[in-house]
C-alpha cells in the first residue's frame, strides 16, 4: 500500500508499505476512506519529536520510518478474535487515543495516559498510522466509534482529535460557562473547535486572538464575538479595552508558544482558568509573582477522548457544524500535495486539508 512515511526531521516520503496486519486479538485493521492532517503531524516533520526514532531503535534495535497521522474515518477490514463491537464492512470513526480501558490510568478516564504498550496517543507516533491505504488500530472495541450514514465525512474527521481537543482541553478545563467572556489565542483547527465547542455552554463573549486576518475572519463566522490581530494591535491592551479592564473568564491557549503564554497569563481575571491546549517546544515565562494572588485555574493536558461520542451527537443534531474547517480537498495520490498546502497554512487560506481516497 502506498503510505505518508516520516523518516526524520525534514524527511518525510510518500511511498510504498507493507499492509498492516493483526499483532493482537484486540487490534482491527481499518481501510481509510477519509484523513486529515494535523499540526503535530506537522510538528513531527519539522523535527519536534526525536524520541519517534529513539524509541523505534530501542525497541527493535532498528529504523525504518513511521507512517504518519492519527485522524480519519474508514471501513473496518478485519478484527482480531477479541473484538466484539465490530466486524467487515463497518464503518468507523478513528479516535487518536487508544485505550486498553483496564489499566489505573483508564479506570480514571485518564486514557490519554493508558499505561498498556499499545494505549494513548501512540498512532502515527510509536506505531504507524493513518496516512496510508490501511491502518491497525489497537483495542478496537473502545478506541473506534460508529460513523453514521447522516454525517458529514469532512465533520466526523475532526472527531478523531480537533473537536475532542479543542473542547476537553479547552473548554471542559477552562470550565466555560453561560454569559462568559472568553478568549481564544490561535486561530488554527483547534482554536476554531474551541469557537465552535465553547458556544455549547453559551459564553456572552468569544475574543480571538491570531496574526492572520483570513483566519480570523473564518473565527467570526463560527461564532467570535470580537478578533483581533495581534501583529497589528497590543493584543493585551485591546483585551482589556474590550472587556473594561477586567480580563475574561478563560484564556484558551492554542498555539503553543511563549508569546501567546504571555498574552493568555495577562488576559485572565482573578478566579478565571488558563486553559493550555497548545503543544510547546520551548519553556515559557510564568509570571508567578504576578499570578500567586489570582485565585486562577491553570491547566494542561493531553486529550482523552472521552466527549467524543457526544460531539458525535452533537454534530449529527446540527447543534456543531465543524464541516466549514475543511477548506482544501485533494485525493489520496495528492498526499504531498496535501502536506505542501497545510505546511503554508496561511498563504493558501487553509484551515483543515482533507483527503479521500
Ligand atoms: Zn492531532
Ligand atoms: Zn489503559
Redesign the pocket.
Known amino acids: 500500500m502506498k503510505a505518508m512515511v516520516y523518516y526524520g526531521k525534514g524527511d518525510i516520503r510518500f511511498e510504498e508499505r507493507p499492509n498492516p496486519t493483526i499483532l493482537e486479538p484486540t487490534d482491527a485493521i481499518i481501510r481509510l476512506t477519509k484523513v486529515t492532517i494535523c499540526g503535530t503531524d506537522l510538528g513531527i516533520w519539522h523535527g519536534k519529536n526525536p524520541e519517534i526514532e529513539q524509541a523505534a531503535r530501542e525497541k527493535t534495535g532498528q529504523w525504518n520510518g513511521r507512517i504518519l497521522g492519527h485522524e480519519g474515518v474508514g471501513v473496518v477490514e478485519e478484527v482480531g478474535l477479541a473484538v466484539r463491537r465490530w466486524k467487515k464492512g463497518d464503518k468507523v470513526i478513528i479516535s487518536c487515543v487508544s ?5 489505573e ?2 479506570q480514571k478516564q485518564l ?1 490519554a495516559h ?3 504498550k499499545d ?1 494513548s496517543w501512540i498512532m502515527g507516533y510509536m506505531i504507524d498510522g493513518t496516512h496510508a491505504e490501511y491502518v491497525r488500530t489497537p483495542f478496537a472495541d473502545n478506541s473506534l466509534y460508529p460513523l453514521p450514514d447522516g454525517l458529514d465525512t469532512d465533520a466526523a474527521v475532526l472527531l478523531s482529535d480537533a473537536l475532542p481537543t479543542a473542547h476537553e482541553i479547552g473548554v471542559q478545563y477552562g470550565d466555560v460557562k453561560p454569559g462568559q467572556t472568553i478568549a481564544v489565542i490561535g486561530a488554527g483547527p483547534v482554536g476554531m473547535g474551541a469557537v465552535l465547542t465553547a458556544q455549547l455552554y453559551s459564553p456572552a463573549e468569544i475574543i480571538v486572538i491570531d496574526l492572520d486576518d483570513n483566519r480570523l475572519a473564518m473565527a467570526k463566522e463560527m461564532g467570535a464575538t470580537q478578533t483581533i490581530n495581534s501583529g497589528k494591535v497590543d493584543a493585551v491592551a485591546e483585551v482589556m479595552r474590550l472587556t473594561a479592564g477586567r480580563g475574561v473568564d478563560c484564556a484558551m491557549e492554542c498555539v503553543g508558544y511563549p508569546a501567546t503564554w504571555d498574552v493568555c497569563q495577562r488576559i485572565v481575571k482573578e478566579g478565571g482558568h488558563l486553559a493550555n491546549v497548545g503543544v510547546h517546544g520551548q519553556s515559557v515565562n510564568f509570571e508567578i509573582e504576578k499570578l500567586w494572588i489570582k485565585n486562577l485555574t491553570i491547566t494542561t493536558g493531553l486529550v482523552n477522548a472521552n466527549t467524543t461520542d457526544m460531539l458525535l451527537k452533537a454534530c449529527c443534531a446540527h447543534k456543531l457544524q465543524p464541516g466549514k474547517l475543511a477548506t482544501h480537498h485533494f485525493q489520496f495520490s495528492q498526499m504531498e500535495d496535501a502536506y505542501k498546502v497545510f505546511k503554508h497554512a496561511a498563504e493558501h487560506k487553509a484551515m483543515k486539508v482533507i483527503i479521500e481516497y
Open positions: 485505550r486498553c480501558g483496564k489499566c490510568n483508564c486514557y493508558c499505561q498498556d494505549g
